[in-house]
Nanobody
Framework: QVQLVESGGGLVQAGGSLRLSCAASGRAFSSRAMGWFRQAPGKDREFVAALTWNGITTYADSVKGRFTISRDNARNTVYLQMNSLKPEDTAVYYC?????????????????WGQGTQVTVSS
């Protein structure tokens, strides 16, 4: 069984930065793809970023150039560095693990989810 625990959320002013972390326990983290999704109140869960087992990345257009996803396989941890934050980035952010090496931007393709961490960007 895999457990994912996110941390690093909080309140930040527009233009600021946050780094989210997601620590994974359980089965072979290094051979799995990881993703970040977010959900704002009243909206559907949306894709943010993902990376393959060997670090190839993909991003939603809305965050490209501002967010960076990375992983540290020695620490079983995936990160989301968020810069130039905007009020529209406000949401609960979830990390997810996919039982396979390749990423997906579809939330239903992921098998395990963290509990979420709140990010609030004030204007």
């Amino acid at each position: 069984q895999v457990q994912l625990v996110e941390s690093g959320g909080g309140l930040v002013q527009a233009g600021g930065s946050l780094r989210l972390s997601c620590a994974a326990s359980g089965r072979a983290f290094s051979s799995r793809a990881m993703g970040w999704f977010r959900q704002a109140p009243g909206k559907d869960r949306e894709f943010v970023a993902a990376l393959t087992w060997n670090g190839i990345t993909t991003y939603a257009d809305s965050v490209k150039g501002r967010f960076t996803i990375s992983r540290d396989n020695a620490r079983n941890t995936v990160y989301l560095q968020m810069n130039s934050l905007k009020p529209e980035d406000t949401a609960v952010y979830y990390c997810a693990l996919r039982e396979g090496p390749l990423y997906s931007s579809t939330w239903s393709q992921y098998n395990y989810w963290g509990q979420g961490t709140q990010v609030t960007v004030s204007s």
